[in-house]
């Protein structure tokens, strides 16, 4: 697969370095300086872009407190509703101009997850490069066509879908005349267990449904991500937060700064051992092949004597014929004395 997707000054694709997104969600914890200091520890772990959501709690679900909008669902927000949760996580709306341009003065790209119509007009104003899907909307067959109208690449986060919410969300993205889409495997527990994360779906995704492909990590630590560039991801998204222990509604699952940067430095160390494709030697390797096989005179040979295997052997290092012509040189006569340690060669013998 060649397929490249820009998204701001970023080309992504299998030939470039992996796309690092550091996801703020909730944890600027409603202080805007918070956000400020977020986006600033992102560069600082050498993160390519952050991440937003663009959401109120009365643009995601309703505020009702019966049993279908109570959290019960053995996750980390039990006991509350589905309004009071996202009421405290949601990133004001008035701060993400500002968080976009702190983030372009920082050399990052800025993008967003929009979750109703709206988001998206509001992500289309300010003019972001890219719109994530999160996987609880990736049945929102509307929304995800009228994000993909904006002819915006389309990253798609599929922790809850069937390969049918698959097929569904890309047919919109497609029928909306938009091609650049990513497919991020995504498990949507918080943390995530490495049980369940079953990265050899990566390539699978790729290769089921013609797109690039990436991780979206719920757990902890940064060797899932490893794993994923392994299989070819070319995206790699992981909340990021100032100090779990600061709190918020997702601290529990975040990286702090000091392991960001090191997932970053595994992730970047990873690509460089990961090369090429093809099956070329490096200058190092074709100079190394000197020290191979080939084959040596290894006792003093008189003219007129027969090359046998008490003569003539294959050796280290490859300075005499390739051990290929062993047998064939076998049997034949020399033609001249040849001293121990001379490299055989074609014009030794008859």
């Known amino acids: 697969m060649n397929k490249t997707i820009s998204i701001g000054n970023r080309t992504v694709s299998q030939d470039n370095p992996t796309f690092i997104v550091a996801e703020i969600s909730g944890n600027h914890n409603g202080d805007y300086n918070r956000a400020v200091e977020i986006i600033h520890a992102a560069k600082e772990a050498g993160a390519d872009a952050v991440k937003l959501q663009t959401y109120t709690a009365d643009t995601i679900t309703l505020d009702c407190d019966n049993e279908h909008f109570k959290l019960n669902r053995g996750t980390i927000w039990d006991g509350t509703t589905l309004h009071a949760l ?18 372009e003065k920082c050399g990052l790209i800025c993008f967003s997850s929009p979750f109703d119509f709206t988001a998206v007009d509001f992500m289309a104003d300010l003019k972001m490069p890219a719109y994530k899907i999160a996987s609880y909307e990736i049945n929102d067959i509307p929304l995800i066509r009228k994000a993909a109208s904006q002819q915006k690449p389309i990253i798609l986060a599929t922790g809850i879908a069937y390969q049918e919410d698959i097929s ?21 527990a918080y943390p995530a267990f490495y049980e369940d994360i079953n990265l050899k779906t990566i390539p699978a995704l790729a290769a089921e449904y013609d797109c690039l492909t990436g991780l979206s990590d719920h757990t902890h630590g940064g060797i899932v991500a490893l794993g994923a560039v392994t299989l070819g991801a070319v995206m790699v998204e992981k909340h990021l937060t100032l100090k779990r222990s600061d709190g918020g509604p997702d601290a529990a699952f975040s990286m702090e700064p000091a392991e960001f940067a090191e997932m970053v430095k595994g992730i970047r160390t990873l690509e460089l051992a990961l090369g090429s494709s093809e099956y070329n030697l490096t200058p190092k390797q074709v100079k190394e092949r000197q020290g191979s096989r080939s084959l040596f005179v290894v006792r003093d040979i008189a003219a007129g004597e027969i ?18 012509y ?3 040189v076998l049997g034949k006569t020399a033609l001249f004395d040849i001293a121990k340690g001379t490299p055989l060669s074609k014009d030794m013998f008859s």
């Open 86 to 103: 996202y009421r405290e996580a949601f990133t004001p709306w008035e701060w993400q101009a500002k968080l976009k341009e702190e983030a």
């Open 168 to 188: 569904l969300a890309l047919k919109a993205c497609h029928d909306a005349g938009n091609e650049n889409v990513i497919l991020l495997k995504c498990v949507s």
């Open 307 to 324: 090359l046998t295997p008490e003569n003539i052997r294959s050796i280290r290092p490859a300075a005499g014929l390739h051990p290929k």
């Open 326 to 328: 062993y047998d064939e």
